[in-house]
């Protein structure tokens, strides 16, 4: 003969608050999350969006590239190009000029030491953020 179980008054809707504190618990865990890894992973999907040549979302903001340097010398053949993201150096953004290569990053502002064969000549500074400039480079 089975025995039915008996149910105390205090275990009742015990299961229900269990799984609602789990969910509390996975829901605050989540939202650290994303606080802590959103700005991350807008800035790389910004970045997909910039490299495939697409309009970017209002969420992708632009950075401000400005050329603060462009002196070419014709007897050693030397370009040297210092530029800024967003007002220095921005460590989020990567500078790369055209022609040229990628910059090296310094404390506060990109440069390039490039050797070119003749000037004048139109070099366009690019930023994985977004933004760009171009300057016409003489001897």
Request: net charge negative.
């Amino acid at each position: 003969m089975a025995h039915p179980r008996i149910i105390r008054a205090d275990e009742r809707g015990q299961a229900l608050i269990e799984y609602a504190l789990i969910l509390v618990l996975v829901s605050v865990v989540v939202l650290i999350s994303l606080a802590v890894l959103g700005p991350r992973i807008q800035a790389v999907y910004c970045q997909v969006i910039i490299s495939l040549r697409a309009e970017p979302p209002d969420v992708c903001e632009t950075d401000t590239v400005v050329i603060t340097r462009a002196d070419y010398n014709s007897g050693n053949q030397e370009l040297h190009l210092d530029a800024t993201s967003n007002g220095g150096y921005n460590p989020q953004a990567v500078l790369s000029a055209s022609p040229g290569g990628v910059m090296e990053a310094k404390s506060d502002h990109y440069h390039l030491k490039y050797t070119l064969t003749g000037c004048p000549c139109i070099v366009t500074v690019t930023s994985t953020g977004g933004g760009s400039a171009s300057v016409t480079v003489g001897p």
